[in-house]
């Protein structure tokens, strides 16, 4: 029986190291099973990167001053809709990639590919030159005091005028990942999330030749950090051992494959942008209750979102599958691919609830002890947690139609579960029937079950097999 076991674990450790070093690129034969674990694993390592640097760049910062970290607040919102757009693309070139791909199509790949970074380029662009000239005006139209503008501005510019780094970084990863390059993205991040670590207090405290930049410096650290990446990306795309190889006679404009994207990526923007408005309105609706509901609440969503990445990254392999099975003409595998990919995220997932709704307390404690925080953390996580199982298969069914190109049909899921359920509940029993924050965090949890069960059963009509991409 041991033997057995360590055989399986060497084999687990193998197929990891074959999984991050990127060697494995074929899923449409073979064991679902590995090549689900071939995908999901530089996945998930990707998404944790992302999540850790967020927590390291608000430690710094915050040690500049009160400011700084609300500067940080109000431009990442005006970002968010720099992200939605991204966002969108990326689910695009994944789809059209991943297709291609599956399709055998190579050059097609490469063409798809290079109208979304074309895309991308053009985009950040305007948006760039609108936040170097309009910083201030952001902040203020924000809501920002004078003081935090006048020590915030800086940031703000920075962060928006290098919009390409963050546009890029999502975009070509999302092509390595169509493509079954999922080790290639994740090592970009290392990269990027790795220089920007050692970076960022270079730039914001000052360092041998480097000025003291206060919050500004968090915006240059990150900016060459992600820049960084890019180039590592670039390098890839052009010298490198990806499944997609790019030469200057690819640099073509395509405007029947870039119209094709953009189509595509719309239900992906709306998708972003519906689930995005649904938190600030609830954020909204617990600012009522004081600041330290709101601070507890805060917490355990931060907390949720780290055990929530491996999740996403499963999701992700599931859209990377449906997009290449479709390719290959394999339907009935794709759709077996998204079934198995949802068990395996239930398993975690219910596992991870298990562990929130017993230690809910003693996890809130590790990041702030006031009573209120606690309770109000700890219940906010425990009611949310009852619903992970269904929040398991709702991502990565949701995912499994984008993979497939048809963006449409979660973008629909979505506004009925969060703008015509989640928020009305929320208002109606956190305000209304007096629950407070108990309400709130009940209308989450049973928007994420209704989310789920549309998600199922407009699946299982199998309308995303005919999509074309």
């Known amino acids: 029986m041991t033997h057995h076991n360590t055989l399986s674990f060497k084999k687990m450790i193998q197929y990891f190291w074959i999984a991050v070093s990127g060697k494995e690129t074929e899923f449409t034969t073979g064991s679902i ?245 649904s938190w600030i309105f609830l954020m909204r609706i617990m600012s009522e209750f004081g600041s330290e509901i709101l601070a507890g609440y805060t917490i355990a969503i931060r907390v949720m979102m780290f055990t929530l990445m491996p999740s996403w990254g499963m999701s992700n392999a599931a859209a990377t599958l449906v997009g290449q099975n479709l390719g290959a003409q394999q339907p009935d595998r794709a759709e077996i691919s998204v079934w198995k990919t949802g068990k395996y995220n239930a398993i975690f997932m219910g596992t991870v609830s298990l562990v929130y709704l017993i230690f809910a307390k003693q996890i809130i404690s590790w990041f702030n002890t006031t009573p209120d925080v606690v309770k109000n953390g700890s219940l906010c996580l425990q009611v949310i947690a009852a619903g992970y199982i269904f929040y398991a298969y709702g991502m990565v069914v949701s995912q499994a139609f984008n993979g497939a190109g048809d963006t449409k049909t979660p973008t629909k899921i979505n506004l009925i579960s969060f703008w015509m359920f989640q928020l009305p509940l929320a208002y109606v029993a956190a305000l209304v029937l007096e629950w407070g924050a108990v309400g709130v965090f009940v209308a989450i949890t049973l928007a994420e079950v209704i989310l789920a069960i549309l998600a199922i059963v407009w699946f299982k009509k199998g309308n995303w097999k005919q999509v074309q991409v």
């Open 33 to 277: 099973r590995k090549a689900i674990f071939m995908l999901s694993i530089p996945m998930i390592l990707e998404m944790l990167m992302e999540s850790i640097f967020a927590l390291v760049d608000i430690a710094y910062v915050s040690k500049v001053s009160v400011n700084a970290v609300a500067t940080i607040g109000l431009t990442e919102s005006v970002i968010t809709l720099v992200y939605a757009l991204a966002i969108g693309l990326s689910m695009a070139a994944t789809a059209v990639v991943a297709r291609r791909i599956g399709e055998k199509d190579v050059q097609g790949a490469k063409v798809a590919a290079v109208q979304a970074i074309s895309l991308g380029v053009l985009i950040s662009v305007i948006i760039g030159i609108v936040g170097i000239l309009f910083a201030k005006e952001i902040l203020a139209l924000m809501g920002g005091e004078p003081d935090l503008i006048e020590e915030g501005f800086g940031y703000t510019k920075f962060m928006i005028g290098g919009n390409i780094t963050v546009v890029l970084l999502f975009l070509i990863n999302a092509i390595f990942r169509g493509a079954g390059n999922a080790s290639i993205a994740m090592w970009a991040l290392v990269l990027s999330n790795g220089l920007n670590i050692i970076l960022d207090p270079m730039f914001i405290f000052g360092f041998g030749p480097i000025p003291e930049y206060g919050v500004m410096g968090a915006a240059i650290a990150t900016n060459i950090g992600r820049g960084s990446a890019v180039f590592f990306q670039l390098g890839i795309l052009f010298f490198g051992w990806g499944k997609i190889k790019l030469v200057l006679s690819d640099l073509v404009l395509n405007f029947k494959v870039m119209m094709n994207l953009i189509k595509v990526s719309l239900g992906g923007i709306a998708q972003f942008l519906i689930g995005t408005s």
